[in-house]
C-alpha cells in the first residue's frame, strides 16, 4: 500500500533486512523474534535526506561544524507555518537529542531536593530523570476513561506540585498513551504552573505525528506568559526516522532562561553531530512530501491494529493512538501465568527493580509475548505507575510486519 503525493509514489510497504546494519531494535532479540518495541520506524528515511547525506560525506570533510543562518529560517518558518508560532531566530538552541535536552533543563532550574513534576504512566526517560539530578519525582496520575481514553486527573496534578515544586515535564503528544491533548487540557496545565511558579519543560518529538481531529498545540503558543516560562523541545528524528543522527532543538524565546539554559550545557553536550545538522536541515526543509505520505499510511497501520484487537485477541484492549506510532495495549484481562500476582509482586519489588527493568514480576504479557510469539515489546512497568499489565507496540512499519506481528500474538493468545 503505498502512498501518493501528486506524481510521485512514496513506498512504506517494502520490508528492509536491517540485520546487516547495527541497528539496536534489530539486535536485541534473537533472529527469530519481531522487535515491535523502540520508537524506531522500519521505513527508509525521506530521499531528500539521503540525498543530502550522500552530497555531504562526498564533500569529504568533517571538521568542527557551525550551524548556519539556513538552519534558523527553516525552523523559525516551519512554526509559523505548522503552529503561527512566530520566534526570532536566536529562540533556537541546537542540541544532539530530546533526552540530552529535558536532563539538562532539570540540570539548569532544579537543585537537589527539588520536585519535578511528570506524567505517569510515562515514558521512562523522562520518569527517571529528576532523580539522575537529585531532584525528587512529583506523580500526576493520567486515568483510562470506560473507553480506554485517557483524561488528566486535576486533583492529582495539583497535589503532586508543592513549594519545592520548579519544574514539569510534559510529554505531548503522550509517549506511551497516545493522547494529543487538547488546548484546553493545555491551558489548564498552564494555568496552573504559571500560578504555583513551574517552569515547564515540554517534550513535543511527536508533534508532526498527529491524526484526523487531534491538532498538536504547543503549549508556549497560549499566551505570552506561558511562553515565557516554557522551553519546547522538538526534532526530526521520529517524524522522519532519523534518531540514530542525535541532533534536536530547544526553543526557548526567553532571554534569561536562554541564557541560563545555556550556560548549564558544558562542553559535554555542546556539539551537535555534523551528519545529524546536514540531515536535520534537508528533513525539515524538504521531507514534507514524504511526511504527508506517511500520515495516511501510520493512520491506516493504527486502524488496521485496533480492529485486529478487537476482533482477534480476546483479553486485549486498545484505544486509538490521537497521534505518535505507539499503540498502548492493555492486556490485563489475558489469563496469563502469575498475572493474578503481579501488581503484589510490582509493589514489593519496587525499591529492588532497576529503572529499565524489561519485565514486570511474575512475568506479564510483554514476557509472554516474547517467549510464546517471538515478538518483542515495550513492558509497561518501563512506564511507571499504571503500566502493570500493558505493553507498547510500534506500528510504523510496513504493513506486512504489522501483519505478521500480530498474527503471532494471536496465536499465542490461542495456546493458552
Not at 32 to 40: G, H, Q, R, S, T
Not at 88 to 113: D, Y
Not at 287 to 294: C, I
Not at 389 to 395: K, P, Q
Request: proline residues 7%; hydrophobic residues 40%.
Amino acid at each position: 500500500m503505498s502512498t501518493s503525493i501528486g506524481a510521485t509514489a512514496i513506498d512504506f510497504d517494502t520490508v528492509y533486512d536491517r540485520t546487516a546494519s547495527e541497528s539496536s531494535k534489530w539486535h536485541t532479540y534473537p533472529p527469530d523474534v519481531l522487535p515491535m518495541y523502540v520508537a524506531d520506524m522500519d521505513f527508509r528515511s525521506p530521499e531528500p535526506v539521503i540525498r543530502a547525506l550522500r552530497e555531504r560525506v562526498e564533500h569529504g570533510f568533517f571538521g568542527y561544524g557551525k550551524e548556519q543562518p539556513e538552519f534558523f529560517e527553516v525552523v523559525t518558518a516551519r512554526l509559523a507555518k505548522r503552529y503561527g508560532w512566530i520566534v526570532e531566530p536566536e529562540a533556537i538552541v541546537v542540541l544532539p537529542g530530546v533526552i540530552t535536552s529535558f536532563n539538562l533543563a532539570v540540570k539548569a532550574f532544579t537543585k537537589p531536593g527539588d520536585g519535578v513534576l511528570v506524567h505517569v504512566p510515562g515514558y521512562g526517560p523522562i520518569r527517571n530523570c529528576p532523580e539522575k539530578h537529585g531532584a525528587e519525582r512529583r506523580e500526576a496520575v493520567l486515568v483510562q476513561g470506560a473507553d480506554g481514553r485517557y483524561e488528566v486527573d486535576w486533583d492529582s496534578f495539583e497535589r503532586a506540585i508543592d513549594k519545592k515544586t520548579k519544574v514539569f515535564l510534559l510529554c505531548n503528544p503522550h509517549n506511551p498513551i497516545g493522547r494529543v491533548f487538547s488546548r484546553d487540557e493545555l491551558a489548564r496545565m498552564a494555568e496552573i504552573c504559571v500560578r504555583r511558579d513551574v517552569l515547564i519543560v515540554s517534550d513535543e518529538i511527536h508533534c508532526d505525528l498527529v491524526y484526523d481531529g487531534h491538532p498538536h498545540t504547543p503549549i508556549a503558543t497560549l499566551s505570552p506568559d506561558v511562553e515565557a516560562r516554557t522551553i519546547t523541545l522538538m526534532a526530526p528524528s521520529k517524524t522522519f526516522n532519523l534518531p540514530g543522527l542525535k541532533c534536536s532543538i530547544a526553543i526557548i524565546p526567553n532571554k534569561e532562561l536562554r541564557e541560563q539554559f545555556v550556560a548549564a550545557r558544558s562542553e559535554l553536550v555542546r556539539a551537535v553531530n555534523i551528519l545529524g545538522y546536514t540531515a536535520s536541515l534537508a528533513a525539515y526543509r524538504d521531507g514534507d512530501e514524504w511526511l504527508e505520505a506517511l500520515i495516511p499510511y501510520l493512520r491506516a497501520n493504527r486502524d488496521y491494529l485496533v480492529e485486529y484487537v478487537g476482533d482477534r485477541l480476546p483479553g486485549v484492549s486498545c484505544y486509538p493512538a490521537e497521534g505518535t506510532y505507539l499503540a498502548w495495549l492493555d492486556c490485563r484481562a489475558l489469563s496469563l501465568p502469575g498475572a493474578g500476582v503481579v501488581d503484589t509482586l510490582v509493589t514489593k519489588a519496587k525499591a529492588t527493580l532497576r529503572p529499565d527493568a524489561g519485565f514486570e514480576p511474575g512475568g506479564g504479557p510483554a514476557k509472554f509475548f516474547l517467549e510464546h510469539a517471538k515478538v518483542g515489546l515495550s513492558s509497561g512497568p518501563n512506564f511507571g505507575t499504571g503500566g502493570s499489565g500493558f505493553v507498547r507496540l510500534n506500528f510504523a512499519c510496513p504493513r506486512p510486519m504489522l501483519e505478521e506481528g500480530l498474527a503471532r500474538m494471536q496465536g499465542a493468545i490461542a495456546s493458552l
